[in-house]
């Protein structure tokens, strides 16, 4: 599938070139000549809050490696002139090594008193990511409600003030944890609402099987796999894609761990099905070197700091002829909402991750047929409930 030698393309100097020239969307601000409506004169300086919250799952989740019923969350507001925008960080605790405590000791560093102008988000977001290196969840949530913040005050949604258009968001697909054939059964009749399975593979050849057996016993959907770094040797997980291949499985995430590189890019040259990117792909700067590992990247708010990472690396993806998917982890429909604004720009959406909660406290995005749904609300689209 490689158009290119990937040595041959770094040497080319393409890669470092493309990362120096490269610039996402930017927000523009209301114009006041004297064709428009006067802007409402705000002023104030940026204040923010935030708590801790657990997040309960409706069934224990497992995935190759782990296993949780809860997920920590931090809830952020951004306040600025009496308009509040909600973020949200969650802290998986397998995905970033990041934790409640040391969250919070980042999020007692910032100070957004400094800030009057609330559009000037990449002064504001370079700062909070110059505090110090990591600590991409808080970053995250904080990104989130200053987008928010700055949709509110400009009164419309983040995906219309991005130029993106709410008509061609794509399905998410439904995650079904590694389980009992039992349960399996269930949770594939309990996705019924939902057009794409996403099952988690990456244990043993016996039962990453039995799973799929199971769910094409069930129904035939399409399903896409993540198996987590599970797979350890190329010529195994290159057998394991061909074999899913063969089931209506449209892609495979992280077949193999984040270190492998030479042999991951051999498992993509020769897999049938497109290879993404998640645990190897943090942030924008890990592109360019995934570049014919694999065929896509899975873009994550918590893995990336946030809305105005995760728009830059969209964009670099396309040119690199990556394809894109949009993750999430298990949090609110605060979190969920915002990664869901940038899915008319993705070509697979597993944002389901609000729907696998039992205590959701914000109302926003909704499934309907299958689909994304964005509604008209300003910011990322939330309200509390
Ligand atoms: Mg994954």
Known sequence: ???????????????????????????????????????????????M????????????????????????????EVSYDGVIGYGE????????????????????????????????LEDILTYID????????????????????????????????????????PCTSFTIGMDT??????????????????????STELNDKMIVNTIRSETDKPIIVDANQGWKDKHYALEMINWLSEKDVRLVEQPMPKTVIDDMAWVTEHSPLPTFADEACQRLVDIPRLYGLF??????????????????????????????????????????????????MVDFADIDGNLLITNDCFDGMHIVNGRITLNDRPGIGVMKV
Not at 60 to 70: H, N, Q, V
Not at 91 to 98: D, E, K, S
Not at 141 to 168: C, F, Q, R, S, T
């Open 130 to 169: 110059g505090i110090e290196p990591g600590m991409s969840c808080p970053k995250a949530g904080i990104d989130i409600a200053l987008n928010d913040l700055v949709g509110k005050l400009l009164d419309h949604p983040l995906y219309e003030i991005w130029g993106y258009n709410k008509d061609k968001t």
């Open 89 to 120: 960080a969650a802290l998986p605790p397998y995905m970033t090594g990041q934790t409640l405590e040391t969250a919070t000791a980042f999020l007692n560093k910032v100070n957004l008193s400094q800030f009057s102008n609330p559009f000037q």
């Open 181 to 202: 054939e039992e349960m399996i059964r269930q949770k594939v009749h309990e996705a019924a609402p939902y057009k794409i399975l996403k099952v988690k593979l990456g």
């Open 295 to 344: 065929s896509g990247i899975n873009i994550k708010l918590i893995k990336c700091t946030g809305l105005r990472e995760a728009n830059k690396m969209i964009a670099m993806a396309r040119c690199y002829g990556m394809k894109v998917m949009i993750g999430c982890t298990t949090e609110t429909s605060c979190a969920i909402s915002a990664a869901a604004q940038l899915t008319p």
């Open 49 to 76: 809050k935030f708590a801790p919250y657990v997040v309960e799952l409706r069934h224990k989740f497992t995935i190759s490696g782990f296993s949780r019923d809860t997920t920590t969350v931090i809830l952020i």
């Open 1 to 47: 599938m490689k158009k290119i030698d990937r040595r041959d393309f770094l040497k080319l100097g393409v890669g470092s070139i493309a990362a120096a020239a490269f610039a996402g969307p930017t927000l523009t601000s209301c114009g006041n000549s004297s064709n428009t409506r006067p802007r409402a004169v705000r002023k104030g300086r940026l204040e």
